[in-house]
């Protein structure tokens, strides 16, 4: 499989300011607020230059599945000022996870690290209240920097205007 198979079969498109590419496979029934019950996607980071998941942050937690190809690498940046990267990947008995639940108010962000594999990760994405596109926050790379100045490196890499 290569990622164009991949965009093909999903008919993925790219993620507005995050990055990479997704469709929504499910929403559930809308809730008095205008969201849905909840949301799922299903998408694809590659090792191109410049394609990872931007550094944003959601009103509600957000679980990530890993599916297919390489492990996927996220930045969280909590609240509390504390900072993690954690593994989504296969190797689950070497500290990997193949199921993650970023809490509400975690600034995010996720890559493909190069250096071998397949050079694509396919993954996905449930939310309960779903996602909408008015909760999405995007990261400030210059602001975030500063209040965790130990990450500002990889701060770096996964800001976008």
Avoid: K, N
């Amino acid at each position: 499989m290569t990622p164009e198979d991949l965009i093909a079969h999903y008919e993925l498109e790219p993620i507005p300011r995050e990055g990479g590419r997704f469709r929504q496979t499910w929403a559930g029934p809308g809730r008095g607020d205008g969201r849905p019950e909840g949301t799922a996607i299903v998408a694809l980071l590659t090792t191109e230059p410049g394609d990872c998941s931007a550094l944003h942050r959601l009103p509600g937690d957000e679980i990530w599945h890993f599916y297919l190809g390489d492990p996927l690498r996220m930045l969280l940046l909590a609240p509390d000022g504390s900072s993690r990267v954690i593994v989504l990947g296969p190797d689950v008995l070497d500290g990997q996870y193949v199921q993650y639940v970023v809490p509400a108010g975690t600034w995010m962000g996720a890559w493909v690290p190069g250096g071998g594999g397949v050079g694509w990760t396919l993954f996905g994405c449930t939310m309960a209240p779903g996602f909408t596109f008015e909760g999405y926050e995007h990261g400030d790379a210059v602001e975030l920097a500063r209040l965790y100045p130990d990450r500002a490196a990889l701060i770096g890499e996964l800001g976008r205007a």
